[in-house]
């Protein structure tokens, strides 16, 4: 029972570069991986529709577990869905609005944001492509299956502990509102610490996101094997055409001395980005 029948993995600081791209040649890695009914899982705070825009060449082929495990969906059908009472989203709406917070109603179709978010559009549209101004949120009709708080000034256990905590504590459910205050919109330094430290502390970019990456190419490159549970030692192979050496350059963050060229030239945005990493 050593065969592996499911790889699922991160996206953002993890699968994709610092401009939000997939690897080279990944859908069709995917597609190989199928091939030896070893299914991919998408997993991440970005939506359902997001996903499908990403991964459409393979959705037939590809696992979408979206809004940090709000919805999961499989060739087109809803497997599960963890819906927001209005009642609770109401709640923290009115809460945010109090705090002066940015935020993002999160729908399974559309993200939905007041007209004076616009300022921080170029960072949203990063994450959702569907996005819906409304002047009165409290209108809206729609499956909510997350509430994403964004905190421009890196300060989110900070804003946690002083003002989501005491009012909400656990109580939303899914880990409460810790994972509300969305680690996805500030800097991945947590993921850095340990195997990057080093790297960090000589000012270059952490290289500790390509894990995955790398160990399925490894494997293809070694002349088409399963994919098995590694039994501890690697099997050497010979490199094939096109196949990627060295580790991808991640960080679509900024953590100390990474990307410095970017934000040596002002180019840093709220939020710990860089204006390289979002799309138009």
């Known amino acids: ?134 002047s009165d949120l409290y209108t809206i009709d729609a499956a909510v299956d997350k509430f994403t708080i964004y905190l421009p000034q890196d300060n989110a256990q900070e804003v946690y502990e002083k003002v989501y905590g005491p009012r909400f504590g656990a109580g939303t459910g899914r880990g409460g509102v810790r994972q509300m205050l969305d680690r996805r919109d500030q800097p991945r330094r947590d993921q850095g610490e340990g195997c990057g430290a080093s790297e960090q502390a000589a000012g270059h970019p952490i290289r500790c996101h390509d894990g995955l990456w790398r160990y399925l190419q490894r494997h293809r490159d070694a002349g088409g094997r399963g994919l098995r549970l590694p039994d501890g030692k690697r099997q050497p192979g010979a490199a094939q055409p096109g196949a990627v050496s060295g580790p991808a350059q991640h960080g679509i963050r900024g953590g100390p001395g990474a990307a410095a060229g970017i934000a040596a030239k002002g180019q840093r945005l709220p939020g710990g980005f860089y204006k390289s990493t979002l799309t138009p």
């Not at 060449?57 to 577990?65: A, I, M, S």
């Not at 087109?76 to 989203?89: A, Q, T």
């Open 1 to 134: 029972m050593d065969r592996i029948r499911l790889i699922a993995s991160d996206m953002d600081a993890t699968l994709l570069d610092g401009h939000s791209q997939l690897p080279p040649d990944f859908l069709h890695l995917v597609q190989e991986l199928a091939g030896q009914d070893i299914l991919f899982a998408a997993a991440s705070g970005r939506p359902l529709y997001k996903l499908e825009e990403m991964f459409a060449p393979v959705l037939e082929q590809t696992l979408l577990v979206a809004d940090n495990g709000g919805a999961v969906r499989w060739r087109g059908k809803d497997l599960f869905v963890s819906r927001m009472e209005p009642e609770v989203w109401h709640r923290l709406t009115a809460c945010a609005e109090e705090n002066g917070d940015s935020f993002v109603v999160c729908g399974l179709e559309n993200a939905y944001l007041r007209p004076c978010d616009r300022c921080y559009d170029a960072v949203y549209r990063n994450f959702y492509n569907r996005i819906a101004y409304v």
